[in-house]
């Protein structure tokens, strides 16, 4: 290879080091500029090198003596590159105006102030900046105004992008040098209303502006206000509005030289429908009556920046306690939070802009801002040190109150501060207003070298970008859609302690009846130094604004602190708060809706395992459950010792009723779901208790003479068991061949009577109560009979009532032969041949409506009694097991204890119309519903639908999706009225 080719090789490599993409483009710009080594290392060194070397071509094209300069003047070379590598735009306005790179040679670390910017654009347009309302003079002012304005840009983006200033102090520059183009444009439009010394105008800014956080290319938004300097107000108006209209022409037209910006009025009162002008007190006669609650938030950053100063300073005082008080509204948290919510679901139409918006993206700067300003907004009122329009202020004065976390608000900082200087490097491109990351590799190779990535700038910039993304949201979740960080809490001493007071009122707000008792149940889990506490203070925010979501956010919040006392110290609970969220909101939320689960939960705190996955809440099934009760009973070492094996029996029954409540009240099971898992909870209990009891009676007595069953009735045999059921039972019994029947029938009482006495045991869960009196002759007969003293009782004195209980028998637990030979006890006398005759059928109907006359409560409203009240749950049964009772014979379908499974085959058999088995169907369910969710609700049983308006009412039907209390009641009773009157028809007989 010839000594050219391997310089002419060297130099390609040299040049794809420093970043240039297209290598021989750049080789022939060089060799026609015979730049030196320095020079081509100051371009690599540049986010774009290619773009940078482009406009430096172009203006040493016009300018040859610039290359003596960039040679002599480190600074100002450093300075050129990187705007040129970062701005096409403003190399384009450098290549038209070759005079303005003299802006950057001079090296300024301070920022120029708002005073020495306004003079400059107010002479740049011929005005006297001394005078008291400058007049612009001669022609071309316009384009004088743009010229100078990006003359000052290009200073401060030779700073911003080496280094010299921060984003901070860049946002600030651009708001005052934004002040200073709008009092220039008012002096050019002075030139074009001569008669505008009739009027004072201020201009307010808003917004970024008003914030003085601009971006380099921002809409300023503005308001205006006006008084007349002397003479008629209306006159003082016209000429006002004339001059307004002239100010936003001067800025926004384009010209030859473009424009700067657009001036947008629009967040005036009434927007584009209003005036755009108005008096002083024309601006508060709105304020005070019309203005909604985003209106007080956007005068949060509200600031004289042109104009009548004097004026300006009068709005701001006028206007700044009407944004206080509006923030002491009931709804205006919920108002900011449902206008933040509107904005979301507004992008989430525009496909493809979502992922890449650095402003209205999740993650992204408005989060940022919103949060701040709700903060702000929240407690800003008693504590002025708030009062900052200016973002990164704001949050150091959040941050120093102990409103927001030091962590908290330093990663928000953090992020702030990378978004919005990614937000400029995009914008200083083509001097656009943009929000959107570019999504070509080019673009996002350009933003991470400027932003000083080395390596793969690409993927630094993209992994960063979405790191801070991550966190914001997070974050902004915590502050803005839940309540505040260590806003209602005592905080350990380190930290700043928020005012008794602005907690109070803040819980408060969020539906605590007992601010100060939630204050110390606060203080009692935060502080201190501790692990525990450090992850229970992360943890609050978030879980009180869930609790406020609840029912009751007070006893959630207490049953919060209760179970945390009890693991607070467990390793695997701190793990599980701090890493799955999941597990935290659905703790909040049934802790402050059932005081069935909070009993269940804080009697055995360790369920709080299962929460985090719906798999884990699905109801175990009943082979699942047997096996394990009856390995607890075979691991039982001493066979005498029934009560541990039976605990631990009873351990794994209060943690399959959390299961399954917790399921149902997340709506992970319909109420079939739930009242089979009850069943099979219930059996499998009952079943196991039985062996631990067998097991001891037999090691105190030996072998058992006998054969046991125990035959489930009522809701347990028809497996539609509640929350608040008992076990009706029936015990049955047969002596082995050969035994002494009276020996047996001793054996089989103790039998029964130890099963009933291990499950009374007292014990950390609901109880589980054993009711027998569905037996023949009720309580005056024997706890247990053999099978042939029923067979004898049911042929000679069976009564309809019984024939009608024995529908719902189910023999599932004992001896299998003993139970197959009692259902042939049973059969004939439920599902009798031929049917039951009209005498029976009416004795039915006539002990129903005597039920329905003397077991209601006295005093209670009958339409509201969900059992036996019309409508209610026994019209529905009822009605199945009278059909059942006729039919059954005929129709081995018809053969179930089940409720609804009967009434699904009256249908198949045309026994009863489908309409009204869904009539039926429906009512049924509902009262189940309802009954289930008042019981999870008090943790007490009750056949009434909840009268207490205000608090049990309000959380059933919280519970279970209604919008009120006055739905609920109305659901209820349409579906009642409709079952009762197919109970009429199909039930008493009456014609429609």
């Known amino acids: 290879m010839s000594e050219r080719a391997e310089r002419r090789t060297s130099l390609t490599a040299r040049l794809a080091r420093a970043g240039f993409t297209d290598t021989a483009r750049a080789e022939t710009a060089l060799a026609e500029a015979g730049l030196s080594d320095p020079l081509l290392d100051a371009l690599g060194g540049t986010a774009d090198p290619d773009l940078a070397l482009t406009g430096l071509m172009r203006m040493l094209e016009r300018d040859p003596g610039l290359r003596g300069r960039l040679e002599e003047h480190h600074g100002f070379r450093d300075r050129l590159l990187a705007v040129l590598g970062v701005s096409a735009a403003l190399g384009d306005h450098l290549v038209r105006h070759p005079e303005q790179w003299n802006v950057l040679m001079e090296d300024v670390e301070e920022s120029p102030g708002p005073a020495e910017l306004r003079a400059g654009l107010l002479r740049a347009v011929g005005a006297d900046p001394d005078a008291a309302a400058p007049v612009a003079s001669g022609t071309g002012a316009a384009d004088a105004l743009r010229v100078a304005y990006r003359g000052r840009l290009l200073n401060l983006a030779g700073r911003d992008l080496t280094g010299a200033a921060d984003v901070g102090a860049v946002a600030a520059e651009l708001a005052a040098l934004a002040d200073a183009a709008l009092e220039a444009g008012l002096a050019i439009a002075r030139a074009e209303v001569p008669e505008h010394a009739v009027c004072r105008l201020a201009v307010i800014g808003m917004g ?57 009025a629009n967040l005036r009162p009434e927007g584009k429908s209003g005036p755009l002008v108005r008096t002083l007190a024309s601006h508060r006669a709105y304020y005070e009556r019309w203005a909604k609650t985003w209106e007080f938030q956007a005068l949060l950053k509200a600031r004289p920046v042109a104009g ?9 005082d006028t206007m700044a306690p009407m944004v206080w008080k509006a923030a002491a509204g009931e709804s205006f948290v919920a108002d900011v939070q449902a206008m933040r919510k509107r904005v979301e679901e507004h992008l989430k139409e525009r496909h493809g802009e979502v992922e890449r918006q650095l402003k209205l993206g999740p993650g992204g700067l408005r989060d940022v801002e919103f949060a701040v300003q709700l903060l702000q907004l929240v407690h800003g009122r008693a504590d002025e040190l708030l009062r900052s329009g200016t973002t990164l202020d704001a949050l150091d004065a959040l941050s120093e109150g102990g409103y927001v976390g030091r962590e908290d608000a330093a990663a928000l900082a953090e992020a702030y501060r990378f978004l919005r200087r990614t937000e400029h490097l995009i914008q200083l491109q083509y001097l656009r207003r943009t929000h959107l990351v570019p999504a070509d590799e080019a673009g996002l190779r350009r933003l991470g070298r400027a932003l000083g990535l080395g390596g793969d700038p690409e993927r630094q910039f993209t992994d960063l970008w979405r790191r801070h993304a991550r966190g914001v949201r997070r974050i902004h979740e915590k502050l803005f859609y839940r309540p505040l960080l260590r806003a209602v809490a005592n905080l350990p001493g380190e930290e700043v302690r928020l005012t008794p007071e602005a907690a109070r009122a803040r819980l408060q707000a969020l539906g605590y009846n007992d601010p100060a008792g939630a204050l110390r149940h606060i203080e009692a889990l935060t502080k201190g130094v501790s692990r525990r506490a450090s992850i229970q203070r ?30 607070g110290t467990t390793p695997w609970y701190l793990r599980l708060l701090r890493d799955d969220v999941t597990v935290a909101e659905r703790m909040a939320r049934l802790l402050a809706s059932s005081a069935y689960v909070t009993d269940l939960l804080l009697r055995a705190p360790d369920a709080v395992m299962i929460l985090g996955s719906d798999l884990e809440l699905k109801p175990s099934t009943l082979a699942e459950l047997r096996t394990e009760t009856m390995a607890i009973v075979g691991r039982t070492g001493d066979r005498t010792k029934a009560e541990p094996a039976v605990a631990a029996i009873r351990a794994v029954r209060r943690r399959e009723l959390f299961r399954v409540s917790v399921a149902d009240l997340l709506g992970l099971a319909d109420v079939r779901t739930v009242s089979e898992a009850l069943t099979d909870i219930t059996t499998v209990t009952i079943d196991a208790a039985l062996t631990a ?17 125990v035959i489930a009735m009522g809701r347990w045999g028809g ?14 019994h047969e002596p082995l061949e050969g035994a002494d029947e009276r020996a047996a029938q001793q054996a089989a009482h103790a039998l029964a009577e130890e099963v009933r006495r291990l499950l009374a045991l007292p014990a950390p869960e609901p109880p589980l109560g054993i009711d027998p009196n569905l037996r023949p002759e009720g309580k005056s007969g024997p706890l247990v009979r053999s099978l042939a003293s029923y067979a004898a009782y049911y042929r000679r004195w069976s009564s309809p009532w ?48 005597r039920m329905e006359a003397e077991r209601l409560p006295r005093g209670v409203d009958r339409r509201l009694h969900l059992k036996l009240g019309p409508g209610g749950l026994s019209d529905v049964e009822w009605v199945a097991q009278l059909i059942q009772l006729r039919h059954a014979f005929e129709v081995p379908e018809l053969r179930t204890t089940q409720t609804l499974a009967a009434l699904d085959a009256a249908v198949d058999y045309s026994l009863l119309d489908a309409k009204d088995a869904e009539t039926l169907k429906a009512a049924w369910e509902l009262a189940t519903r309802i009954r289930n969710a008042v019981m999870l609700v008090r943790g007490r049983a009750s056949d009434l639908l909840p009268t207490d308006h205000h608090r049990e009412r309000s959380a059933v039907s919280h519970l279970l999706g209604y919008p009120g209390t006055g739905d609920m009641l109305e659901d209820w009773r349409k579906h009642a009225r409709h079952a009762r009157e197919v109970t009429e028809r199909r039930f008493y007989g009456q014609p429609r």
């Open 693 to 709: 009891a067998r097991n001891r009676l037999e090691s105190e007595r030996g072998p058992l003479p006998l054969r046991f069953c």
């Open 802 to 849: 019984e024939s009608q209980a024995l529908l719902r028998a189910d023999a599932i637990i004992g001896d299998a032969d003993l139970a197959g030979r009692f259902g042939e006890v049973i059969n004939p006398i439920r599902w009798p041949e031929g049917g039951v005759d009209e005498a029976v059928v009416q004795e039915i109907r006539r002990l129903k409506a």
């Open 308 to 316: 009548d100063r004097e004026l300006g300073r009068d709005y701001l």
């Open 538 to 567: 992360t943890l609050l925010p978030v879980m009180l604004g869930w609790f406020a979501d609840a029912p009751d956010p007070d006893a959630g919040l207490l049953g919060f602190r209760r179970v945390s006392d009890a693991l």
């Open 208 to 264: 970024k502006s008003g914030g003085r956080e601009l971006n380099y290319v921002s809409d300023v938004d503005v308001i205006f206000v006006a008084e007349a300097a002397d003479g008629a107000e209306d006159a003082a108006l016209r000429v006002a509005s004339r001059l307004a209209a002239a100010m936003i022409r001067a800025c926004s037209a384009t010209t030859p030289e473009g424009s700067l910006w657009e001036v947008d």
């Open 719 to 732: 497996h539609e068991l509640g929350y608040g059921s008992d076990a009706d039972v029936m015990f049955v």
